[in-house]
């Protein structure tokens, strides 16, 4: 007599809508938004918190203008993403979770975003730069400095 | 339907998960996550099975059982795949102890060294040999891990009161997750982050103090593990005896299962099985049992005042004094306190000496100024068809809720189960309360009313639903046409204006209660406990009645029904506990016994004043002498929980000290003034002649109550169906400028007795302290206090003191306080609350002003 798994899909999806529309907004999840939203959408803190935390999509604390995310699942692993990885975390002087103390970049990791074949690969502000060299590196960086992100990609 | 499971075959009637099917039959699969009271998960994976015709092994604990279903549990390849899984577990849990070739020899030295702060195998391990993990593994046979361990370096969690959290043992069943949230409604915990970083969790890992935890414990008992360990019990060694009880502090009435060795409490749980409690219980019968039991606050020897000081003396020498010294009164002279915490038996002697010995009428207790006493008047003073008894039960087969005057988590925790039960099979909850409470989360509605508003609110409810009705067929019913046009006189602007409470939400509610097919109306102190609790009620009466639903009267006390059924019939010619309270302070009251609860006597002009009771307080300065009285744990009896079921218990650890059961100590005092029908050998001697004199009792035998868990009150329900008309009430006095701010008490009953549960429980402290003064944060920051801060609070009646605490949940211009009869002398509500003007009333709302205090 549970709620229908309906329902309880509705509800979690509705969840995730809204901590993606607040992602958007503020780059991250403030902890003052976790309670709005617990008390909007009647969900306990402690469920937000669960689902925000099993998404990489949803970060905790400030990211900066521009995200890249390299994948380090099995594949993109086998073909050289730790050293891309390193390239990254060399260039930009910061490790894989931080954000530059300027602000300007955030760098993450993933596992598998399902484009193997392509592997390595990086995705910088939400584009795709497959079978990527350490050399290429330096460009990508460039390219973000260069250009103002506005909105969300 | 027909199944087979390892060749043998089962029938079964309803829908089952295999697991239980097999279970129920003798068969055993090894399982860890599974619980029977919560909800498939499929975690663990060690329940797999095979089935006929399928592929694959599906968890049987999520799969359920169709008709014709072959079903092998302990075929060699599952045994293997059992192994290989629970070695994965193991990899990751401090699995020496398991796997040890000695485990065996060393089981009985595992309680003497487990007192270490990392547990890194069974012997070092709270749990006490209580593991479900151990049992297994020895169940698998499982005696290596080929895997390479992990420690996940976790850190130990024991910033909360009560339980330690170190999630190191966790084995991420989600045990503890769904308890919380399916059974509790808390919601406090859940998976967070995940694959090798996934840890059970509360919101951005705050204390559980901060994440809405109600410290029932509930996660920590479905824990198989480990992992969620009882704090207090790491320090103690073994338990040497298990006994069953009734949790004596609340109205609920929980079983519970007391371990003790040597006669000295260690811990109290819920009973796994019955009771109206199932296996659930509060924080208060969860960790609060032991610390009053053995408080050491308990009076342990009879003394009475010589030469200006209280000294020791035998009990002989005790009643001898009492005795020749309470012959002089009677009548208007002298009065008798009682209490509704004692047993039934205790009530009855209580009263029945009183008449005897102490020859008054004067039998006070807060028995009068409780929710059933104001409902039972209104039902007689109109004749309304209305009974007492419930069954729990029936709340959750409700499909609308409508709930007033109570903080049912806090206040009625098993009734918040069943409405729990009730919201998540789809019901609606409409909640009238000022505060905001937790479970406005669960609300469909949430009436913000004013404080003291409640006739104006549930009339003008009761017009909003006429109007949106077609035909409810009401006008069969007495007083429809009165009632109605009474209605006429509510316009909505004033409505709004004395209530607060915006036309949509009174629309919401009406079509909720149109579209809900039966109705619970649930209402606790909150809504009673003023002297228009009788038009609240009545307000909340004719709504119901319109609904054809029913009213669910939730008193406080652990015995308030029981003490209520032994005066039952008697004349309501004495005083009230209130009218007692002043008598005592005007000097018209020469002696006064008191056997319950009455606040600070300090400027009482008595002559005389006994004290039968359990623990010391300021009150004992003016006792001319003590007689000590033993708590429930030492004694046999029966209480009578808010359904009006009895429930007989039998001690569960000797005598303390010198104490004596309530109903000896006044029998043996009664002997000693000279009369006679006092010789009782036991309890069950007292309650023979309860089912002999009082109605409600007749025909109820000790050997049925032995047996026997579903005996009620006998009643009988008459009178007819009816409506009172709508009468406005004064609202609470307006909030001048002397006394700026509106008190509004909230009734949790955090008090054994005349013990307040936070003087012998920093736990229960940081949780709520019985001192706490909430006040909003606009008015906390317009007074510039603090959290903590001291401040006096000052009212026409009287000022007491107590401790800031700033509460989001309170809307400007009201501040909350805990109900208490006394604590100690510079603090307590009651006397700011007992108002002249009213008989058997205790204001819950009253004006105050706030100043920072020392
Ligand atoms: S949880 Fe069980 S298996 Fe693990 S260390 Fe404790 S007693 Fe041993
Ligand atoms: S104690 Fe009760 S409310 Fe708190 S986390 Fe455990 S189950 Fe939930
Ligand atoms: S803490 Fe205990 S109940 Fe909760 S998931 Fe871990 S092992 Fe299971
Ligand atoms: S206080 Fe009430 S709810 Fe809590 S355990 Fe005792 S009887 Fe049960
Ligand atoms: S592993 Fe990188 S895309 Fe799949
Ligand atoms: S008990 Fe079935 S998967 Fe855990």
Redesign the interface.
């Known amino acids: 007599m549970e709620k229908s798994v309906d329902e309880l899909e509705k509800d979690q999806r509705e969840l995730i809508h809204v901590l993606h529309d607040v992602q958007e907004e503020f780059g991250y999840i403030p902890a003052q938004a976790i309670s709005q939203i617990s008390k909007q959408l009647k969900i306990s803190e402690s469920e937000i918190f669960g689902v925000l935390t099993f998404y990489k999509a949803f970060s905790l604390k400030p990211r900066g203008e521009h995200l890249i995310t390299i994948c380090v699942g099995t594949a993109c692993h086998v073909r050289g993403a730790p050293m891309i990885l390193d390239e990254f975390e060399r260039k930009l002087g910061i490790k894989a979770g931080e954000t530059s103390e300027d602000n300007q970049f955030t760098l993450e990791t993933v596992n598998c975003v399902g484009a193997c074949a392509l592997g390595p690969i990086a995705i910088a502000d939400g584009e795709y730069h497959g079978q990527l060299k350490t050399r290429k590196v330096d460009k990508i960086i460039d390219k973000l400095m260069s250009t103002k992100r506005n909105g969300s990609d | 339907m027909k199944i087979i499971i390892d060749g043998k075959r089962i029938e079964l009637d309803d829908k089952k998960t295999i697991l239980e099917a097999a279970r129920e039959n003798g068969i055993s699969i090894p399982s860890l996550c599974d619980h029977q009271r919560l909800?498939p998960f499929a975690g663990c994976r060690l329940c797999i099975v095979q089935i006929k015709g399928r592929k694959g092994y599906p968890p049987s604990c999520s799969t359920y059982a169709e008709d014709g279903m072959e079903v092998k549990t302990k075929t060699p390849s599952l045994q293997r795949l059992r192994r290989e899984i629970l070695e994965l577990i193991l990899s990751e849990h401090p699995n020496a102890c398991l796997i040890c070739t000695e485990k065996e020899n060393c089981d009985e030295f595992k309680s003497t060294i487990r007192k270490v702060g990392e547990t890194t195998g069974c012997v070092l391990c709270p749990n006490n040999g209580h593991c479900e993990l151990q049992d297994v593994v020895d169940a698998l046979k499982v005696d290596k891990v080929r895997f390479p361990s992990v420690y996940r370096e976790l850190e130990i969690k024991k910033e909360d009161p009560f339980f330690d959290r170190n999630y190191n043992l966790c084995i991420l069943c989600g045990r503890c997750v769904r308890v919380c949230?399916?059974v509790r409604g808390?919601?406090?915990?859940?998976?967070?982050?995940?694959?090798s970083q996934a840890v059970v969790?509360?919101?951005?890992d705050r204390p559980h103090l901060e994440?809405?935890c109600q410290f029932c414990g509930a996660c920590v008992d479905v824990c198989p593990t480990g992992a969620l360990s009882e704090r207090a019990l790491k320090y103690e060694s073994l338990a040497d005896d298990t006994a069953a009880t009734i949790c004596p502090l609340c109205s609920m009435g929980c079983k519970l299962e007391v371990e003790s060795k040597d006669g000295r409490i260690l811990s109290s749980r819920p009973a796994p099985e019955g009771g109206v409690n199932r296996g659930q219980v509060c924080v208060k019968g969860r960790f609060m049992i032991k610390n009053l039991v053995h408080s050491p606050r308990r009076i342990l020897k009879p003394m009475i005042r010589k030469d200006k000081e209280l000294e020791e003396v035998t009990w002989d020498e005790a009643l001898d004094f009492v005795a020749c010294r309470l012959k002089k009164y009677k009548g208007k002279e002298v009065a008798l306190v009682a209490s509704s915490q004692v047993t039934c038996e205790d009530n009855f002697i209580l009263q029945k000496f009183s008449r005897a010995a102490l020859r008054t009428e004067n039998i006070a207790s807060p028995v009068s100024v409780s929710p059933l006493s104001t409902y039972r008047e209104l039902v007689q003073e109109q004749g309304l068809k209305a009974g007492l008894n419930f069954r729990i039960e029936d709340i959750s087969k409700a499909n609308v809720l409508f709930l007033s005057g109570a903080d049912l988590p806090v206040s009625h925790p098993i009734v918040w189960l069943e409405v729990l039960k009730a919201v998540?099979?789809?019901a609606k909850l409409v909640v009238a309360s000022p505060q905001e409470l937790s479970l406005n989360?669960?609300a469909s509605v949430w009436l913000r009313n004013k404080p003291g508003t409640e006739v104006a609110l549930f009339s003008y409810l009761s017009k909003a639903f006429l109007e949106s009705e077609e035909d409810g067929g009401h006008s069969r019913v007495e007083g429809f046409g009165s009632f109605k046009k009474s209605l006429d006189k509510l316009d909505f602007s004033q409505v709004a204006q004395t209530t607060g409470v915006p036309k949509e939400k009174f629309m919401q509610t009406a079509e909720l209660l149109l579209e809900g097919e039966t109705s619970a109306f649930l209402f606790g102190a909150g809504l009673t406990q003023n002297p228009w609790g009788a038009q609240n009620l009545a307000a909340l009466h004719n709504l119901a009645l319109l609904k054809s639903g029913r009213l669910y009267p939730l008193g406080l006390e652990n015995n308030l029904r029981g003490a209520f059924e032994m005066n039952n019939g008697h004349s309501d010619k004495g005083l009230s506990i209130d009218q007692v309270f002043r008598a005592v302070h005007s000097g018209s009251i020469k002696a006064l016994y008191l056997a319950g609860p009455l606040p600070d006597l300090q400027k009482a002009k008595i002559e005389f004043l006994v004290i039968q009771g359990s623990f010391m307080n300021d009150n004992m300065e003016k006792a001319d002498a003590v007689l000590p009285a033993a708590t429930f744990a030492e004694t046999d009896g029966t209480f009578v929980n808010v359904e009006g079921r009895i429930q007989k218990f039998q001690k569960v650890i000797g005598l303390s000290g010198e104490a004596q059961p309530d109903w000896w100590i006044t029998s043996r005092l009664a002997k000693k003034m000279g009369h006679e029908g006092f010789g009782y050998k036991n309890q069950a001697a007292v309650m023979k002649e309860i089912s002999r004199d009082i109605p409600g009792f007749s025909k109820i035998s000790n050997t049925k109550l032995d047996n026997d868990d579903e005996v009620f009150v006998h009643e009988e329900v008459k009178g007819k169906e009816k409506f009172i008309p709508f009468k406005p009430v004064l609202a609470p006095e307006e909030t001048g400028q002397k006394y700026p701010l509106l008190m509004s008490v909230d009734y949790n009953l955090d008090y054994y007795r005349n013990l307040a549960l936070t003087q012998e429980s920093k736990g229960l402290r940081m949780i709520r302290d019985s001192r706490w003064i909430k006040i909003s944060p606009e008015d906390a920051k317009r007074l510039k206090l603090n959290d903590g801060d001291t401040v006096v609070v000052d009212s026409v009646s009287g000022k007491t003191q107590g401790r800031v605490r700033i509460s989001g949940a309170l809307p400007k211009g009201v501040v909350g306080a805990n109900f208490l009869w006394n604590e100690d002398s510079d603090f307590s509500l009651v006397p700011l609350s007992f108002s002249s003007s009213f008989k058997n009333h205790i204001l819950n709302i009253i004006p105050v002003k706030i100043k920072r205090g020392k």
């Open positions: 909800s949230h399916e808390a919601s406090t915990l859940s998976f967070t982050y995940r694959g969790g509360t919101v951005l994440s809405g998540k099979a789809g989360r669960y």
